[in-house]
């Protein structure tokens, strides 16, 4: 068969039989990141909320870790905007309360005894005569059935087999257990079963109480909202003497970092006391191994200058808590590479015995009281 026989073959191909197929165009790393960022929207479009990575059913708890790793990872988190039209990458404001963040807590890190646990956030205090759970106490009408509960608890803290701790955290309010709240001493009758308050983005989980006081009445207080007033009132546990706070059962829940740029750009080396304050699930040393090539930390070399190990709550929580203490000191630059400007976040020009100062704040739960003067680059007492 000539050339010519195959070509008035091909000529007579109307329907393109014999094209030969193109070859699908190769996906870059970027369209792939699209593509499975995508994914995630449709899920929200469906559903009408996010996709969460602690769910029995597995489509969805695969789409909810590919969510959390894109967030953890500010570079993707930028290369996706344009996609985002649910605003599922924007980061969270810090929690307004400490409540606020405890009903936030939907991984249930808050549930566990901590140093951090009743200092989170920036509670407004009260005093006594303004306790909102006070005023929705209404007589018990069984107060005689519990009565005796009282009468031996006292008679055991005058024998010494019992005794009074600093509230030692929502672990411990359980079922059968004593505390002393503004000198009143009460019991937890009954611990109700777990309840989720939907949010637009999550599910809320709280457990109601049946909380007993000694003068005769009663209170129905969601088991958070109890542990709030324990750490404002200066709440006490009544335990047995030989109590001790058992840490062993602790849940490691990440880092808090402090960074220093080893950058030579000068709107960077120029700054002074220029830190990072960041928090990671993992490795400290493994998360910074390519820092030269993320923009997060502005394309060049940083190195460790603090570290705090966190249990028991919810590292970004504290995390947004210090970047809203020290937001009036954010940097305020523009780093760029390959024509890529990188607005720097998480960068903050404070000095480093500051950072270690509000952290301490935050732990003894004083922070309510202090705010950072960027003038007299101090910690200072509120007015």
């Not at 790393?29 to 559903?47: A, N, T």
């Not at 820092?291 to 930390?297: D, E, G, I, K, S």
Request: net charge negative; charged share 30%; aromatic share 8%.
């Amino acid at each position: 068969m000539s050339d010519n026989d195959f070509q008035i073959i091909f000529d007579s191909d109307e329907d393109g039989l014999l094209d030969t197929p193109e070859k699908a165009p190769k996906l870059s790393s970027s369209d792939r990141l699209e593509r499975s960022f995508i994914e995630i929207v449709e899920f929200y479009r469906e559903h009408e909320r996010p996709p969460r990575s602690d769910t029995p059913e597995i489509a969805e708890r695969k789409l909810g870790a590919r969510l959390d790793g894109i967030l953890a990872n500010d570079d993707k988190i930028a290369a996706l905007k344009h996609l985002d039209e649910f605003e599922l990458l924007a980061e969270p404001e810090a929690p307004a309360s400490l409540e606020d963040l405890l009903e936030g807590d939907d991984l249930g890190l808050l549930h566990d005894d901590s140093g951090l646990l009743d200092t989170s956030d920036l509670p407004q205090r009260k005093g006594p005569e303004a306790s909102v759970d006070s005023a929705q106490r209404v007589r018990a009408e069984d107060f005689e059935q519990f009565e005796p509960l009282f009468q031996q608890k006292h008679a055991e803290l005058a024998e010494g087999t019992a005794r009074l701790v600093s509230f030692p955290g929502l672990r411990h309010i359980t079922e059968g257990s004593f505390f002393v709240l503004n000198g009143v001493m009460l019991f937890i009758a009954d611990v109700g079963e777990t309840e989720y308050k939907e949010t637009t983005v999550r599910a809320n989980r709280r457990e109601r109480l049946r909380v007993i006081f000694e003068n005769g009445t009663e209170s129905s207080m969601y088991r958070q909202s109890l542990g709030i007033r324990m750490g404002e009132g200066d709440g006490q546990a009544v335990v047995a003497a030989t109590f001790e706070s058992v840490l062993a059962d602790d849940v490691e829940t990440g880092y808090i970092y402090v960074l220093r740029s080893l950058s030579d750009d000068p709107q960077v080396a120029s700054v002074p006391d220029l830190y990072k304050i960041g928090f990671s699930r993992g490795s400290v040393e493994k998360r910074i191994a390519q820092a030269h090539l993320q923009a997060t930390y502005l394309f060049a070399p940083v190195e460790i200058v603090a570290t705090y190990r966190t249990y028991n709550i919810k590292t970004s929580a504290l995390e947004h808590l210090l970047h809203r203490v020290f937001s009036d000191v954010r940097l305020d630059v523009q780093i760029g590479r390959a024509g890529q400007p990188y607005e720097a976040s998480e960068w903050y020009s404070v000095p480093l015995p500051i950072i270690d100062e509000a952290v301490d704040l935050i732990v003894s739960g004083e922070i309510v009281n202090y705010e950072y003067d960027p003038v007299g680059r101090a910690m200072r007492a509120r007015a």
